[in-house]
């Protein structure tokens, strides 16, 4: 989801809104090349707005999100850690707890 590392809020809401109307589990790793997820685009370039969005939007999913690994066994967390981006770490923390 290029939107997600672009920072672009209201069009990541409108995918969102259209893969929820489809049904379709965007926010499953198994769905990316690389198990790359929108939440990791968005740890990459520090949009933590972007970032809470997805959460939010995951519901029950959030925390497997949150926690899921791409190919090379990094999670997002482990993204926003790398980039230093502190606010970003913290909320998937956060997220990955519940």
């Known amino acids: ?17 259209h893969f929820g109307g489809a049904a379709v589990p965007w926010y499953s790793p198994d769905l990316y090349c690389d198990a790359f997820t929108p939440l990791m685009a968005a740890a990459v370039a520090n949009r933590l707005e972007v970032a ?10 959030a925390g497997a999100l949150a926690a899921a690994t791409n190919r090379y066994g990094q999670s997002a967390w482990q993204i926003a850690a790398r980039k230093g981006c502190r606010q970003m770490m913290q909320l998937l923390a956060t997220a990955a707890a519940a």
């Open 52 to 61: 809470a969005l997805l959460l939010q939007e995951a519901g029950a999913h």
């Open 1 to 17: 989801m290029r939107p997600g590392v672009d920072g672009h809020r209201a069009v990541v809401t409108l995918l969102l809104r």
